[in-house]
């Protein structure tokens, strides 16, 4: 899925709106309704600006395949060892476990354009 937020500043102020249409009126549509928001909040003194390029953007690694290719069984097996765990404490449990591969971009009208892809996983309790 594609998610694109814009975040729209004008007089200190800052309003934000998202959406998952990438088409050109779509997109259009989504800057108005950011700058709307902008519009009806009051100015912030202490807004930073909106960031330079930077002259170089170190590459991240935050990608994992085994992350990324996690599927609901391969979490279950992960489910199942924590809980084989616990039971083996004497202690009972329960919670989630999912999993996450993206795509992030951030451009501004300054320049400034970065991308890079992550996976994470999380098991909350």
Sequence with gaps: MIEISIRAT??????RATTTRTDDASLAETAARA???ARRLEPNPRLLPLPEPFP???E???WDAETAAADPERRAR???EV???ASEAGLSVAGSFTTDDRFEAIGNSRGLFA???YTSS???N
């Design 122 to 124: 999380v098991l909350s």
């Design 56 to 58: 170089a953007i170190p």
């Design 78 to 80: 992960g489910v199942k």
């Design 83 to 85: 809980v084989a765990i």
């Design 115 to 117: 991308y890079g892809q």
């Design 60 to 62: 991240t690694r935050c």
């Design 10 to 15: 004008e007089g200190g102020r800052t309003g």
């Design 35 to 37: 700058f709307a928001i």
